[in-house]
């Protein structure tokens, strides 16, 4: 395995690591605005 690949392997990781951060963000602040929504009532 040379060193692009090993970059490469690194980039895809981050960026899988950084798109299931901002999928979970996501989740999380429409859960809370469902569960404001919802004792809004």
């Known amino acids: 395995m040379t060193t692009a690949d090993r970059r490469a392997v690194l980039a895809a990781l981050a ?3 950084a ?3 901002v999928v979970l963000s996501l ?3 429409v859960l809370v605005v469902a569960e404001k929504a919802l ?3």
């Open 19 to 21: 798109f299931t951060i």
């Open 27 to 29: 989740v999380l602040v």
């Open 15 to 17: 960026a899988l690591a």
């Open 39 to 41: 004792i809004g009532l």
